[in-house]
């Protein structure tokens, strides 16, 4: 996906400011960007049926959907969400869902929102992996690269870094993304993958509205 034009090792560690708030919301875009690059194996099935004990308890969106995610994680297998992953975003001919955003805002892919996200990855000296098929687009791309200002800029001026990439890049399109998964023919598992994206996002844009 996306990665540091630097070579630096240290570049994607904590820096010392790091709360446990920031923490939390590298490691819900780190997951995230696992569950929409790939499907989960049966190791990540079961770290999510044992994460929505804690965090699926209590009321609100961002908790019932945890819950809701631990519950499909632990009815499924890894083979079935594997076909799930297959027939819904990659498929015959054309996917039933597309992952990348210049398709929710234009319609069409590789349009001008991925050359406008291209400009702003280079501003933020980041670049595109080698080997890597997906484009910058990809809703595991740009949840990764969140993780990254998220790990990479804990102060205000991170903040407002995290802010701008979050409205421009995915805030317009996310909902839309969701509202797709959940109606395909398709969609199971994935339906309540969205809807922990859906929560958590909609807590993230939240914040950035008083940033």
């Known amino acids: 996906m996306n990665a540091p ?14 709360s446990d708030e920031d923490r939390a919301r590298a490691e819900h875009y780190a997951l995230l960007a696992r ?7 049966a190791a990540l099935l079961d770290g999510l049926s044992r994460t929505a004990q804690v965090l699926g308890a209590g009321k609100g969106a961002f908790p019932e959907a945890w819950a809701a995610l631990g519950e499909a994680a632990a009815a499924t297998t890894a083979e079935a969400v594997s076909a799930e992953y297959s027939a819904l975003f990659q498929g015959v001919g054309r996917a039933e869902v597309m992952l ?5 805002l234009t319609g069409f892919l590789q349009e001008e ?6 400009e ?3 501003e933020l000296g980041l670049g595109r ?25 804990p102060d205000d001026e991170g903040l407002v870094r995290q802010q701008a990439f979050f409205s421009r890049h995915l805030a317009p399109w996310y909902g839309a993304f969701v509202a797709e998964v959940a109606a395909a023919p398709s969609a199971g598992f994935y339906v309540r993958v969205g809807s922990l994206l859906q929560a958590f996002f909609d807590i993230e844009r939240q914040a950035f509205d008083m940033v």
């Open 129 to 153: 992996r080698e080997g890597v098929a997906e484009t910058e687009d990809h809703i595991a791309a740009l949840a990764e690269v969140m993780r990254h200002l998220v790990v990479t800029g």
């Open 113 to 118: 929102p991925l050359a406008e996200l291209r």
């Open 100 to 104: 990348n955003g210049s398709w929710y």
């Open 5 to 18: 034009m630097s070579s630096d090792p240290h570049s994607l560690q904590p820096a010392p400011a790091w």
């Open 35 to 41: 569950l929409y690059f790939a499907a989960p194996d």
């Open 120 to 122: 702003d990855l280079i």
